[in-house]
């Protein structure tokens, strides 16, 4: 290299360590420029958010992932659980507002008396809904009942319905049951 | 994505979706057509399902769905009149709903879908509610007590016997003492329409002159 280039390279790194001249009015331009830039709005937030892009994801980290996904799973079903048991609750609740009702039934030639309702959910399997034979023909059973209108009906030898005789009857026009209904009062 | 990612997020979907679907099932009450139940066809469980879900949108009471759908199996109806049966009672519900008002209880509507089952109209419930004292009395008696009448006597007879007998604020267990009268007096030969009507004068107000 020769001592003209020395001497320029010298120039050069000389005049670069030298402080530049700043104007009088730089600071100023500059805040100015700055203060007519757009700022940041939602529009960057979610162009940020929605831009495609790779992420690498370690084993670790799937592994993570799964167990949140299986916690918030058991979170949401043990939420519907809490909810379902709080229907239970109410349906309990109803229940303890319920009246011992005694139907009576005279069915001289059954072997078998059963009575349905709402209440036993229209079921002849459920031990309350076997009537016991007295005697002389009469059939009785004391089923909790709840308060309200409740509709019945007596199911003899497991095959024939009929309503009760001594209760008013009310007209099914969907399935043709012979039902009766009776009214059970918080009082009574 | 490697393979075994994307057996794990399948793991992990299909057991979050069991769970749910499974939780949301039990909370929708619909036993009828649990798995394994056998009681109800296929397509009469998807109608069942929609006619539940309708109820539920509608805030009407599902339970009175799902008993009218028990009643059907109990009888061993068939999958298409059970349907139908459910069907109506969401519509009676509905209309018994709107002619109600929307702050009418369960009890009310049930009684009132009856009624019109029984063949009140939605005007008839209208003008029974309005002439309710108080107003917010709860109508699942006086209804009952109109269709239980309803079988024996015409209903356009029996209306307004029940809506004169709601004006004098009688109370629930007059209107069963009323219905038990008229039983008896129609079981001892009385005509029907006649004894309702003589009966519910009782309660109709004293004209001033």
């Known amino acids: ?188 | 994505m490697t393979m075994r990612a994307r057996l794990t997020l399948a793991m992990v979907t299909a057991t979050a979706m069991a769970t749910l679907g499974s939780s949301l099932a039990r909370a929708q009450g619909l036993k009828l057509c649990a798995p394994g139940d056998r009681r109800l066809d296929q397509a009469t469980c998807l109608a069942y399902r929609a006619v539940l879900d309708s109820a539920k949108r509608l805030k009407l009471p599902t339970d009175a769905i799902e008993d009218k759908a028990v009643q059907g199996v109990a009888s061993e109806s068939d999958g298409p009149m059970i349907v139908a049966a459910i069907q109506r009672l969401l519509t009676n519900l509905y209309a018994a709903k709107q002619s109600l008002g929307r702050n009418a209880s369960d009890r009310d509507l049930k009684a009132a879908a009856n009624a019109l089952d029984a063949g009140a109209t939605t005007r008839d419930l209208a003008v029974l509610a309005a002439a309710a004292v108080p107003r917010t009395r709860s109508l699942e008696t006086p209804l009952t007590v109109l269709v239980e009448l309803a079988a024996q006597v015409p209903m356009v007879k029996v209306i307004p016997d029940v809506k004169w007998m709601l004006q004098a604020a009688v109370s629930d267990a007059k209107f069963q003492s009323y219905q038990r009268d008229v039983q008896a007096q129609i079981a001892l030969g009385g005509d029907p329409t006649i004894v309702a009507n003589r009966l519910s004068r009782a309660f109709q107000p004293i004209p001033h002159h």
Not at chain 1, 141 to 164: I, K, N, Q, R
């Open chain 1, 1 to 188: 290299m020769s001592d003209e280039h020395e001497r320029i390279i010298d120039d050069v790194v000389h005049a670069l360590r030298n402080d530049a001249p700043i104007e009088p009015m730089m600071d100023e331009r500059v805040m100015t420029v700055v203060r007519g830039l757009p700022r940041h709005g939602r529009r960057h937030v979610l162009s940020r958010l929605t831009r495609p892009r790779n992420v690498m994801v370690s084993p670790l980290s799937w592994g993570l992932i799964a167990a949140g996904a299986l916690f918030f799973a058991a979170g949401a079903g043990a939420m519907v659980s809490v909810v379902v048991r709080a229907r239970a609750a109410s349906r309990v609740a109803v229940a303890d507002t319920a009246k011992s009702v005694t139907f009576t039934v005279v069915a001289p030639n059954a072997t078998k008396v059963a009575v349905v309702g709402s209440f036993n959910r229209w079921g002849t399997l459920s031990p309350a809904a076997q009537m016991k034979h007295q005697g002389g023909g009469v059939w009785t059973t004391t089923v909790p009942v709840h308060v309200g209108a409740v509709e019945y009906s007596f199911v003899v030898d497991d095959s024939l319905w009929m309503a009760d005789p001594t209760a008013p009857r009310v007209i099914d026009n969907d399935f043709g049951l012979p039902k009766s209904a009776i009214i059970i009062t918080p009082d009574q």
